[in-house]
């Protein structure tokens, strides 16, 4: 079947550098994916998304690099703050109402 | 403007008792989805409604049902709560295909 996965469990950083969550796709037909930002005790929380006529997506301190050739998603966090701690789930949603969620990535920001 | 809204944040239910979990979302939105997260398992879909008067199965089903009330809400409901039940519940909604949820802050089930 079709998945969505994460490289890494869990990612350390220290307070103010860059960091990069990785997500690998499985669906070629995938069209459309969302990166959501969860917190401890909240709900995910919608990041940033990507269509796939896109290679690059860019936000508040935050970038989203789509590798069609490869079925690749990146988050980047630029000046990553401690508050920007929690798990980053990637997801898949291919033209359908049914997102395909990771399992998640723990980002800890070390002051 | 809520959101999505998820009523209770918490509860603790004996084995075999019943309870409704409920939703509502003020956006308008089309679709709405109950999932389940577990540690080291992700969310996962229990089910869905893509519009008012249609519901479908997700991935893990047994053992609930639901129902879309109106536009606003949806409801899951555990008919006889099991161990295996506790877990964290979202709720999430979407305005259609291709945009992303916007999700409620859960409901933490503890099946004893």
């Known amino acids: 079947g079709e998945s969505v996965g994460l490289h890494l469990p869990t990612l350390s950083v220290q307070e103010g550098d860059n960091s990069i969550i990785n997500c690998a796709y499985s669906?070629?037909?995938?069209?459309?994916f969302i990166w959501y930002k969860q917190e401890s005790g909240k709900g995910p929380q919608f990041i940033i998304d990507?269509?796939?006529?896109?290679d690059k997506r860019q936000g508040q301190r935050v970038t989203v690099l789509l590798n069609k050739t490869v079925k690749h998603l990146s988050l980047q966090i630029a000046a990553t703050q401690p508050g920007d701690s929690a798990v980053y789930f990637c997801?898949?949603?291919?033209?359908?109402?049914?997102?395909?969620f990771g399992r998640g990535t723990s980002l800890i920001v070390h002051p | 403007n809520a959101g999505v809204t998820q009523t209770p944040k918490f509860q603790v239910l004996k084995t075999g008792q019943s309870m409704t979990l409920q939703c509502a979302q003020d956006?308008?939105?089309?679709?709405m989805y109950w999932y389940r997260q577990d540690p080291g398992m992700g969310l996962r879909l229990i089910y869905y409604?893509?519009?008012?008067?249609?519901?479908d199965k997700g991935e893990v089903p047994n053992g609930y049902n639901v129902s879309r009330l109106n536009k606003r809400e949806f409801s899951l409901r555990l008919e006889s709560a099991a161990p295996s039940q506790t877990s964290v519940y979202f709720c999430?909604?979407?305005?259609?295909?291709?945009?992303?949820?916007?999700f409620g802050s859960g409901t933490r089930l503890t099946v004893v």
């Open positions: 997801a898949e949603g291919g033209g359908s109402y049914i997102p395909t």
């Open positions: 669906n070629s037909a995938s069209d459309y």
């Open positions: 990507i269509r796939s006529n896109m």
């Open positions: 956006m308008n939105h089309n679709s």
């Open positions: 409604s893509a519009s008012e008067g249609t519901t």
């Open positions: 999430a909604s979407i305005i259609g295909t291709n945009y992303g949820y916007t």
